[in-house]
């Protein structure tokens, strides 16, 4: 009883979809689907291109029960097939609930396939409609990858709202921008990288009125973003999640722009605590029920979550555990910084010490203005600027990358007798 479905249910590019023309789309796939398929035990893998067959696939995939496995477009030959034998050992292992599998390495070893289940992404739909809100006339514009949970829950999002979904093939800022003023975009979802640079191409004008909420997550956002953003009263939902969790777990309202370094409150029915210092996420999107994550944070008296980054970025130095990101948010404090990331490089006498690279305007005195800021254990022994930090296609820090040049600029130092 939400009245009529709207006329169009997926654009891309100059080509309209009408629900009925979606439908009808999904059951071709359908019969494609069941004319391949080996039996019972049949897995379904999708080069996952962002283009409509893709969404068609994925779609005649939950229709039919069957077992789906993304693979993402640029995989090499091993990397494909290093996902189909992880896929056929996985499944066959026993009876799953899950029927998406999403390839996964964070920023770091080899790829391990994550299943979603049913529940697990209606139960994520619903949440995230609960806090975001939900229009019949919503236009979620999907310029992620589809090979990411990131693009494909609002493939999936929009098909159970009945709203429509704008597909971009790629990320471009000018079209991002072009099609939020032109096309009447009311949602979209990107990571901070991304929207640094859209911004950059608007040249900070303010966004549209119609445009409801930019849910923005994937990785951490700068301190100099959100303040651009503020400025802007940009209505962005700074968002934490995790495929295992169908996406979204913890949001802030949309233009909630506070300095407070928290990611809002779980979204409705879902629960976060913290055990051994790592969050744990409840409920009905999580695997099981419970899912202890690999993120460290804390939990406020009014239940807003904190993460302070992975358990694998910790720093051992000297018997001291020391957490990057407090030491990245002190030096991102500096009028001259827009962003700064900290890795730990092998020491000798300490066992690890804390190297900064640094993203801004080169300064002398980045160390004597962080000295009274952070513990001495805490202060960095080397400030390295460079012109951008290394990130994966979906906007993460790419620790490997720095802790690999970090060990290299030190071997370089050492070998010219500085």
Known sequence: GRGAKPVIALEFGKERWSSIDFHRQIEGAVADLLNRSTGSNHIEFIDAHSTPETVWRVHAC???????????????????????TLAETTIQQG?????????????????????????????SANASQARLGHQESDRWLCCLPLHHIGGLSIALRTFQYETTMVLHPHFSAAEVSDAIDGEGITQVSMVPT?????????????????????????????????DRCRVLRAPVAITWGMTET??????????????????????????????????VVQGAIAPGGE????????????????????????????????????????????????????????????????????????????????????????????????????RTSMGKLDRATLVNKAQVSHRVSEGSGD
């Open 95 to 123: 009876d799953h609930p899950a029927w998406l599998w999403i390839p996964t390495s964070g920023t770091t070893g080899s790829p391990r396939l994550i299943g979603l289940s049913n529940d697990q992404l209606q139960a």
């Open 291 to 390: 899912y202890t994550t690999s993120d460290r944070g804390s939990v406020d008296d009014q239940g807003r979550v904190t993460v302070y980054g992975r358990g694998t970025d910790l720093i051992i130095s000297g018997g001291e555990n020391i957490d990057p990101s407090s030491i990245e948010r002190a030096i991102e404090l500096h009028p001259n910084v827009e962003e700064c990331a900290v890795v730990g490089r092998a020491s000798e006498e300490w066992g690890e010490r804390p190297i900064a690279f640094v993203v801004g305007t080169p300064t002398q005195n980045l160390s004597k203005w962080i000295a009274d800021k952070l513990q001495k254990f805490q202060q960095p022994d080397d400030f390295i600027w460079i012109d951008a930090l290394p």
């Open 246 to 279: 169908a996406s979204q777990v913890a949001t802030r309202s949309p233009g909630d722009l506070r300095g407070d370094p928290d990611v809002g409150l779980p979204l409705p029915g879902m629960k976060v605590t913290v055990q051994q210092g790592r969050l």
């Open 62 to 84: 939950r229709k039919t029960d069957t077992q789906c496995v993304i693979i993402p477009p640029q995989s090499t030959a091993e990397q494909r097939e290093h996902i189909r």
């Open 194 to 226: 991304m929207l640094k640079r859209v911004l950059d191409h608007r040249q900070n004008r303010a966004f549209p009125p119609h445009l409801r909420f930019i849910l923005l997550g994937g990785a951490p956002a700068s301190t100099a973003l959100i």
